[in-house]
């Protein structure tokens, strides 16, 4: 299922995030989410170890897609 772009909100890019707040803005930024309404998260790896550290306290309370994937 591809994501409605009407209903990305904020579009992050890590990176350009300080690393020492970096989970943190990002949390912060799912967790204002109403339902329906998405981040896009733009990054130049897999954020698998992300994903790993949401997944805990919140489990079933998002849904994660790549929406473009590139070379390993």
């Known amino acids: 299922m591809a994501l409605d772009p009407n209903s990305v909100i904020r579009e992050i890019r890590p990176s350009a995030i300080d690393p020492r707040v970096r989970h943190e803005t990002i949390f912060a930024a799912l967790d204002s989410l109403a339902p329906g309404e998405a981040i896009r998260l733009v ?8 994903f790993d550290v949401l997944q805990p306290d919140r489990a079933g309370k998002f849904d994660w897609r790549p929406t473009l994937v590139g070379p390993t």
């Open 43 to 50: 990054v130049d790896h897999d954020p698998k170890h992300l």
